[in-house]
């Protein structure tokens, strides 16, 4: 069992930038991966980057160059360093962690963009 705790998000301008963070705790140790993912209402939960324990990342082709994930394995966290936000980045997103098959969920934060 893994346990996810995200924080970060809130109300920025468009071009601005916020940096969230997901704290784990549990079985740390067998983690294969970590990421983020994004839902807006109405649509399906969209990968947005990963960053597996070995440190290789993949991107979501709408947020590279904009976004950057990153990890600090002494304090369990994740990182989502996001700059240039658009508008339609704006959705509820979530920290995930896979345990082969298992995937686990934070509760998610808001982002939200104004133009």
């Known amino acids: 069992q893994v346990q996810l705790v995200e924080s970060g998000g809130g109300l920025v301008q468009a071009g601005g930038s916020l940096r969230l963070s997901c704290v784990a705790s549990?079985?740390?140790?067998?983690?294969?991966?970590m990421g983020w993912y994004r839902q807006d209402p109405g649509k399906p939960r969209a990968m947005v980057a990963l960053i597996t324990s070995g440190g290789s990342t993949n991107y979501a082709d709408s947020v590279k160059g904009r976004f950057t994930i990153s990890r600090d394995n002494a304090k369990n966290t994740v990182y989502l360093q996001m700059n240039s936000l658009k508008p339609e980045d704006t959705a509820v997103y979530y920290c995930n962690a896979l345990i082969v098959p298992v995937d686990y969920w934070g509760r998610g934060t808001q982002v939200t963009v104004s133009s």
């Open positions: 549990g079985k740390i140790s067998s983690i294969y991966r």
